[in-house]
């Protein structure tokens, strides 16, 4: 039997590859109940790289799809709104499978790009691996998913701002950084915080459709999923996996919840806007 | 399906094409279409149920009932839905043969789990082994609608729960001055108020069960992706009369176009319902249907 | 993967002459229904394939009414543990790892030899340095992670092969048995490389391990097919003339 500590040295970090750890996972008999833990423990690495990296980049992306959203130009608005309602009116599960698909019919040797004076080969074969092409995904997803939220808070940013913008003489730019944009993210944080944990509860999915696990390195699930195939026993995996997201969730929430009250720090305090929880969106 | 369809290696394309999409797995495929559309509808008015229930007993003033029922309610802010897939229906599986088999076979003296082996006497299995296919069936798929209905549940009890203390509490004060008791302040006034702010969230909850029919796979419903995968996966002539390469893309792509149908039409079909609810209410969507009807 | 996941439809029952037998239980059998020619779902939506027909005839014999189970691959043990089907035939290799869990009946089939399969004009040294895919829990997946080839798992057997086809991996490790209409009906396209290997010991039926009456009564019924032949003619039908025959 290993001790737990043999096994923290051995799994602790064998969700990046089998070159970080021992290489055969346990099997049959020889699982521990610490082997559980450390192991599906590392593959949350996965999860929260997922999770932090698709939020981050889907924060940026959706507050452009918002603005263009609301554009009066049909130009922006039009394709605007088509990439949120097909990321936001189909499963994720589908998006990953065919986003999957798509990614190995891309030519294997990369895309010639012909900038006139010199010609760029752009590598393709890395987005068929979850690391990028799923990361591409949820970024994409919630992206759309977020500049719902943000569409939605743009519209209700109250007149009397924008009226008191025009009066300081301040425009384009300026009155959007200054004004709409804070505006916009005060009234949004609390369905953009649901968003958030959706999107990190969604990263369960990555190798679940579409996306293969190479050298046996995944995500939390994928662990879980693998101990429960092995063990034949579902009551103890499941349950470890269902703890870490909990303890992460609720890291989520005060960290979200810190920039909430950042956010409304110029607000008596009865008048600011409590996080509630309002499971508005899945996939 | 069609006379022609004896041979199908002879047939020209647009034949060997009507033949194919009506082969017996491809109606099976259509079938699964119906069998999901079923889940859903009895799954929301179960989650509707559950929700219900955990709502009031998050609002309860007994202490132990309300961590019951905020418990359940915070259970779906922590763990990812897929999770509860593949635990739930086991557990509630096993639950249910353990208890049947105390029930029906209490003279039964060796043990139940013997190694990996979970056994129960047959008398206690569920359905019993010698049950005819369609009460397997049958099972597994209330299996699956228990299972959606009480992880949605907890969608629903969110949601209700937000409702019931949006209603003002002026009306129930009114309620009370009127000499009604907690019970019938409840029923006449917090129930009938508390719709019109549900309704954003129960249209979204619908989304949500929508969205979430993919994973119905995994609670043993042969289900629409599953028949997506076996159909789409590259057939050999050896063994299929009908061969061809992997074209599992083509009908995932229909899978998609499907799924944005259905949503699309729901949030036409709710669009409808909030005006209609809207009219008269003192909401801000109330108000903004007061006022276009004023300015025409 | 669930472990609930039960027999939706499919499967073909199949109540037998046995007449006013004894007080008859019925036998679930699980199975795959993925993988050709053992088991697979014919274009009519019926379970078929060679174990399909074995089991019918076994149940026969022993005088057993018994009813098909479609299970996914990744869950077909943990299924049969917790009792939602009696036994499982899947063209499942008897391994020591999957003995510790389940009691196997005696071998109805040699080992399938294990062959790779890649695209034509890839290097046989692949098997050593490259990707190799395999489908999940099977015992090809345990082979190639034991080694030091790069392994890539895929749930269902369709998948490991649109791998190969799209460059992902470098070959599929699979029965040989189950790759061999790719190769012949690619064209060229796919080709066998490097030599055959055979894991296992043979194929056989799973039973759960305190079920010891059900398996001497299949493990009877298939000595008595393998002495009279029936088994032999049967391994011919559907593997060919080249087939081992016992």
Same mark, same amino acid.
Not at chain 1, 267 to 272: A, F, S, T, V
Not at chain 3, 83 to 92: C, F, K, S, V
């Given at each position: 039997?290993?001790?737990?500590?043999?096994?923290?040295?051995?799994?602790?970090?064998?969700?990046?590859?089998?070159?970080?750890?021992?290489?055969?996972?346990?099997?049959?008999?020889?699982?521990?109940?610490?082997?559980?833990?450390?192991?599906?423990?590392?593959?949350?690495?996965?999860?929260?790289?997922?999770?932090?990296?698709?939020?981050?980049?889907?924060?940026?992306?959706?507050?452009?799809?918002?603005?263009?959203?609301? @554009?009066?130009?049909?130009?922006?608005?039009?394709?605007?709104?088509?990439?949120?309602?097909?990321?936001?009116? @189909?499963?994720?599960?589908?998006?990953?499978?065919?986003?999957?698909?798509? #990614?190995?019919?891309?030519?294997?040797?990369?895309?010639?790009?012909?900038?006139?004076?010199?010609?760029?080969?752009?590598?393709?074969?890395?987005?068929?691996?979850?690391?990028?092409?799923?990361?591409?995904?949820?970024?994409?997803?919630?992206?759309?998913?977020?500049?719902?939220?943000?569409?939605?808070?743009?519209?209700?940013?109250?007149?009397?701002?924008?009226?008191?913008?025009?009066?300081?003489?301040?425009?384009?730019?300026?009155?959007?950084?200054?004004?709409?944009?804070?505006?916009?993210?005060?009234?949004?944080?609390?369905?953009?915080?649901?968003?958030?944990?959706?999107? #990190?509860?969604?990263?369960?999915?990555?190798?679940?459709?579409?996306?293969?696990?190479?050298?046996?390195?995944?995500?939390?699930?994928?662990?879980?999923?693998? #101990?429960?195939?092995?063990?034949?026993?579902? #009551?103890?995996?499941?349950?470890?996996?269902?703890?870490?997201?909990?303890?992460?969730?609720?890291?989520?929430?005060?960290?979200?919840?810190?920039?909430?009250?950042?956010?409304?720090?110029?607000?008596?305090?009865?008048?600011?806007?409590?996080?509630?929880?309002?499971?508005?969106?899945?996939? | 399906?069609?006379?022609?369809?004896?041979?199908?290696?002879?047939?020209?394309?647009?034949?060997?094409? *009507?033949?194919? $999409?009506?082969?017996?797995?491809?109606?099976?495929?259509?079938?699964?279409? $119906?069998?999901?559309?079923?889940?859903?509808?009895?799954?929301?008015?179960?989650? $509707?149920?559950?929700?219900?229930?955990?709502?009031?007993?998050?609002?309860?003033?007994?202490?132990?009932?309300? +961590?019951?029922?905020?418990?359940?309610?915070?259970?779906?802010?922590?763990?990812?839905?897929?999770?509860?897939?593949?635990?739930?229906?086991?557990?509630?599986?096993?639950?249910?043969?353990?208890?049947?088999?105390?029930?029906?076979?209490?003279? +039964?003296?060796?043990?139940?789990?013997?190694?990996?082996?979970?056994?129960?006497?047959?008398?206690?299995?569920?359905?019993?082994?010698? *049950?005819?296919?369609?009460?397997?069936?049958?099972?597994?798929?209330?299996?699956?609608?228990? %299972?959606?209905?009480?992880?949605?549940? *907890?969608?629903?009890?969110?949601?209700?729960?937000?409702?019931?203390? %949006?209603?003002?509490?002026?009306?129930?004060?009114?309620?009370? %001055?009127?000499?009604?008791?907690?019970?019938?302040?409840?029923?006449?006034?917090?129930?009938?108020?508390?719709?019109?702010?549900?309704?954003?969230? $129960?249209?979204?909850?619908?989304?949500?069960?929508?969205?979430?029919?993919?994973?119905?796979?995994?609670?043993?419903?042969?289900?629409?992706?599953?028949?997506?995968?076996?159909?789409?996966?590259?057939?050999?002539?050896?063994?299929? %009369?009908?061969?061809?390469?992997?074209?599992?893309?083509?009908?995932?792509?229909?899978?998609?176009?499907?799924?944005?149908?259905?949503?699309?039409?729901?949030?036409?079909?709710?669009?409808?319902?909030?005006?209609?609810?809207?009219?008269?209410?003192?909401?801000?969507?109330?108000?903004?249907?007061?006022?276009?009807? *004023?300015?025409? | 993967? !669930?472990?609930?996941?039960?027999?939706?439809?499919?499967?073909?029952?199949?109540?037998?002459?046995?007449? /006013?037998?004894?007080?008859?239980?019925?036998?679930? =059998?699980?199975?795959?229904?993925?993988?050709?020619?053992?088991?697979?779902?014919?274009?009519?939506?019926?379970?078929?394939?060679?174990?399909?027909?074995?089991?019918?005839?076994?149940?026969?014999?022993?005088?057993?009414?018994?009813?098909w189970v479609i299970n996914d691959w990744d869950t077909i043990i943990p299924n049969l543990v917790s009792g939602n089907y009696d036994t499982i035939m899947a063209g499942m290799s008897i391994?020591?790892?999957?003995?510790?869990?389940?009691?196997?009946?005696?071998?109805? !089939?040699?080992?399938?030899?294990?062959?790779? =399969? /890649?695209?034509?004009?890839?290097?046989?040294?692949?098997?050593?340095?490259?990707?190799?895919?395999?489908?999940?829990?099977?015992?090809?997946?345990?082979?190639?992670?034991?080694?030091?080839?790069?392994?890539?798992?895929?749930?269902?057997?369709?998948?490991?092969?649109? /791998?190969?086809?799209?460059?992902?991996?470098?070959?599929?490790?699979?029965?040989?048995?189950?790759?061999?209409?790719?190769?012949?009906?690619?064209?060229?396209?796919?080709?066998?490389?490097?030599?055959?290997?055979?894991?296992?010991?043979?194929?056989?039926?799973?039973?759960?391990?305190?079920?010891?009456?059900?398996?001497?009564?299949?493990?009877? /019924?298939?000595?008595?097919?393998?002495?009279?032949?029936?088994?032999?003619?049967?391994? !011919?039908?559907?593997?060919?003339?080249?087939?081992?025959?016992?």
């Amino acid at each position: 039997m290993r001790t737990c500590w043999e096994s923290l040295g051995e799994y602790g970090l064998r969700a990046l590859g089998r070159e970080f750890g021992a290489p055969l996972l346990p099997r049959g008999l020889e699982i521990t109940f610490c082997d559980q833990v450390i192991l599906i423990g590392s593959g949350m690495m996965w999860n929260v790289y997922f999770g932090v990296l698709a939020i981050l980049g889907g924060f940026c992306f959706a507050t452009l799809l918002a603005v263009a959203r609301l @554009s009066a130009n049909p130009l922006f608005s039009r394709p605007a709104a088509g990439f949120i309602f097909v990321f936001r009116g @189909s499963p994720l599960f589908i998006q990953f499978f065919l986003a999957y698909e798509a #990614f190995i019919l891309l030519p294997r040797a990369g895309i010639e790009i012909n900038l006139l004076f010199t010609t760029i080969t752009a590598e393709t074969r890395w987005l068929t691996r979850a690391w990028a092409g799923a990361l591409f995904v949820l970024f994409l997803n919630t992206s759309a998913y977020s500049a719902h939220i943000f569409h939605g808070a743009l519209r209700a940013v109250p007149k009397g701002d924008l009226e008191a913008a025009d009066a300081y003489g301040m425009t384009g730019w300026r009155r959007f950084r200054r004004i709409i944009w804070p505006t916009m993210l005060r009234l949004a944080w609390p369905s953009y915080t649901n968003e958030a944990i959706f999107l #990190f509860h969604a990263t369960t999915l990555v190798y679940f459709s579409g996306f293969p696990a190479w050298q046996q390195s995944g995500d939390a699930l994928y662990y879980a999923r693998y #101990f429960a195939d092995q063990t034949f026993n579902p #009551f103890v995996a499941y349950p470890i996996v269902a703890a870490y997201f909990v303890g992460a969730t609720l890291i989520l929430i005060a960290l979200f919840g810190a920039v909430n009250r950042r956010l409304n720090r110029h607000l008596p305090r009865e008048n600011r806007p409590k996080l509630r929880y309002r499971p508005q969106l899945i996939r | 399906m069609f006379s022609f369809c004896v041979d199908p290696s002879i047939l020209p394309q647009w034949q060997w094409f *009507a033949c194919y $999409l009506t082969s017996g797995t491809h109606l099976a495929f259509y079938w699964a279409f $119906l069998v999901v559309l079923a889940l859903i509808l009895l799954a929301a008015p179960a989650a $509707l149920l559950f929700g219900f229930g955990g709502a009031l007993a998050a609002r309860s003033r007994v202490p132990p009932v309300r +961590w019951l029922g905020v418990g359940y309610i915070s259970m779906v802010r922590g763990i990812p839905d897929i999770i509860f897939f593949l635990f739930v229906p086991i557990a509630m599986d096993q639950g249910i043969e353990y208890l049947v088999h105390h029930v029906r076979c209490p003279d +039964w003296t060796e043990p139940i789990r013997q190694g990996t082996d979970f056994i129960v006497c047959p008398q206690a299995k569920v359905p019993l082994n010698d *049950a005819a296919r369609w009460v397997h069936d049958a099972y597994a798929f209330v299996l699956a609608v228990v %299972a959606f209905a009480i992880v949605f549940g *907890a969608f629903a009890a969110n949601t209700l729960y937000g409702a019931m203390s %949006a209603v003002p509490r002026a009306q129930i004060e009114t309620g009370e %001055a009127y000499g009604m008791t907690p019970r019938q302040t409840f029923r006449r006034i917090l129930l009938p108020q508390m719709w019109i702010y549900a309704l954003p969230g $129960l249209s979204n909850l619908w989304m949500i069960l929508i969205k979430a029919t993919p994973l119905l796979f995994l609670l043993g419903i042969r289900d629409v992706v599953f028949w997506a995968r076996e159909l789409g996966g590259a057939k050999t002539a050896q063994f299929y %009369a009908y061969p061809h390469p992997d074209w599992r893309v083509w009908y995932f792509l229909a899978l998609l176009v499907v799924y944005l149908l259905v949503t699309w039409a729901s949030e036409k079909v709710f669009e409808r319902i909030m005006t209609r609810l809207n009219t008269g209410q003192a909401t801000a969507g109330g108000e903004r249907l007061r006022r276009t009807k *004023a300015a025409a | 993967m !669930k472990m609930t996941r039960r027999l939706i439809l499919a499967g073909v029952a199949m109540v037998l002459a046995a007449g /006013a037998a004894s007080a008859q239980q019925v036998i679930r =059998m699980g199975t795959e229904g993925a993988y050709p020619p053992f088991n697979y779902i014919n274009d009519a939506g019926e379970l078929a394939g060679f174990e399909i027909d074995l089991g019918n005839e076994l149940c026969e014999r022993a005088g057993l009414t018994c009813e098909w189970v479609i299970n996914d691959w990744d869950t077909i043990i943990p299924n049969l543990v917790s009792g939602n089907y009696d036994t499982i035939m899947a063209g499942m290799s008897i391994t020591e790892a999957r003995a510790e869990v389940i009691a196997f009946t005696r071998n109805y !089939k040699f080992s399938d030899p294990s062959g790779y =399969m /890649a695209l034509a004009g890839t290097d046989a040294s692949v098997i050593e340095t490259g990707v190799i895919a395999a489908q999940s829990n099977t015992v090809q997946a345990g082979l190639v992670a034991d080694g030091s080839a790069t392994l890539i798992e895929f749930p269902t057997p369709d998948e490991t092969i649109s /791998a190969v086809r799209n460059g992902e991996a470098d070959a599929v490790l699979a029965d040989s048995e189950f790759l061999t209409p790719f190769v012949d009906e690619s064209d060229g396209e796919l080709v066998f490389i490097g030599g055959e290997v055979t894991p296992g010991q043979g194929i056989g039926m799973g039973l759960r391990q305190s079920d010891t009456e059900l398996r001497t009564t299949f493990d009877e /019924a298939i000595a008595g097919m393998r002495e009279d032949g029936s088994l032999n003619a049967l391994l !011919k039908q559907w593997f060919g003339e080249e087939v081992p025959t016992f």
